[in-house]
């Protein structure tokens, strides 16, 4: 097959024109290695991108999906051989360059990592650029000093991508995890993925004290904003919070009395890691890490789905991975 369908985002007022489309491989954004992609899934950033939010995309058209695993199909780099199975996230695809919400994608072979040992092509696009956030938050965590005897963690926004990939590893590893989450259809579905207790979302106290009652060993963050000035707040003293999201709002009002006088640490966390760091995370996801409920996570939808799955997340409708089966 040298023809492929591909969703292209073509400029447009007041949001990007959202296409399926036939394209050719030299269609694409340059690369020595050629891939068909298996599966591909939706991330905030894609729901956001599609949608013209953020100038997130400054170059049309522009195929979207900022992660992807497939078979590579013909490559210019020795290190790779047509049938290689695959993973690509990050490195600006599907933002600067095209991404994975094509039958096809054309990358630079340093972009490229195998497919760890012991996961499915489907595995790892459930797992995909969330899944690599979630363990790389607990990588970061463990590493600050977080074990499971240290007490609760509390993951936020926790039907999110992210956040369900998170719960269930960190129960997987003998975390007690509270969940926190706006939807109060979804407290069986957490329980089911491993929280032991699930929460509201926080209120917004109009004079908030500087340090309240110590509830969590370590947070793991997809909200910032509110909720996050909050976690430094509630932190046990040596709490390890990480942060990487900002869907509650990117500005952070604190104190620095959490930092001095309880020695909490709040970690930044950025899944565009550089190469040695993917491979010794995804090797971890894929051993000790490895979720045990991804078919909970995880459901499918084809191309043709996609635009309408895309508007459901900016919606807030969508729970868990969207993988799209190419
Ligand atoms: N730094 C990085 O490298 C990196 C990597 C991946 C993702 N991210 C960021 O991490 C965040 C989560 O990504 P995702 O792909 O998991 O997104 P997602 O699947 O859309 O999940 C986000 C979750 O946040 C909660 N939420 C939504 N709006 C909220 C609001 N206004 N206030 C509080 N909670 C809200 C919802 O959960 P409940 O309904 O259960 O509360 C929602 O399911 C995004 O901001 C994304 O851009 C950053």
Redesign the pocket.
């Known amino acids: 097959m040298t023809s492929f369908q591909a969703l292209r985002l073509h400029d447009g007022k007041p949001e990007p024109a959202r296409r399926i489309e036939t394209l050719q491989p030299g269609d694409l954004s340059p690369g020595n290695v050629l891939i068909e992609v298996a599966y591909s899934s939706i ?3 894609d729901a956001l991108a599609a949608h013209g939010r953020n100038g997130i995309i400054r170059q049309f058209p522009r195929i979207g999906g900022i992660d992807l695993t497939g078979c590579v199909a013909a490559s210019d780099d020795a290190r790779f051989t047509p049938g290689d199975e695959v993973i690509v996230h990050g490195f600006g695809i599907g933002v600067d360059h095209d991404g994975g919400h094509a039958q096809r994608a054309r990358v630079p072979g340093d972009w490229v990592l195998p497919l760890p040992r012991g996961l499915t092509l489907l595995e790892a696009a459930i797992l995909g ?2 899944g690599y ?1 979630a363990g790389l938050a607990l990588h970061w965590m463990e590493h600050n000093g977080l074990t499971p005897e240290r007490g609760p963690v509390l993951v ?8 369900s990939i998170a719960i269930d590893m960190l129960a997987g590893r003998g975390y007690q995890v509270t969940a ?4 109060s259809d ?1 407290h069986a579905a957490l329980k089911a993925l491993g929280a032991s207790e699930v929460i509201g ?1 926080i209120g917004s106290p109009a004079s908030p004290k500087p340090l309240e009652k110590a509830r969590w060993a370590g947070a793991v963050d ?2 910032g904003g509110q ?1 996050l000035a909050w976690l430094t707040r509630t932190m046990q003293p040596e709490g390890i919070i990480s942060a ?5 709002g990117a500005e952070l009002d604190l104190t620095v009395l959490p930092f001095i006088l309880r020695g909490i640490r709040l970690i930044g ?4 890691s550089p190469m040695p760091l993917r491979r010794q995370v995804w090797d971890k996801i894929a051993r000790d890490y490895r979720p045990t409920r991804l078919e909970r996570i995880g459901h499918c939808i084809t191309l043709a789905q996609l635009p309408e799955y895309l508007g459901r ?1 900016l919606q ?1 409708q ?2 868990g991975r969207t993988v799209i089966r190419m």
């Open positions: 991330n905030h950033k650029a969330a956030t936020t926004g926790a039907t999110g991508g992210v956040a926190m989450t706006g939807n979804a979302r997809s909200v909720t990487f999201g900002n869907i509650g966390i950025d899944a565009n997340m807030g969508l729970q």
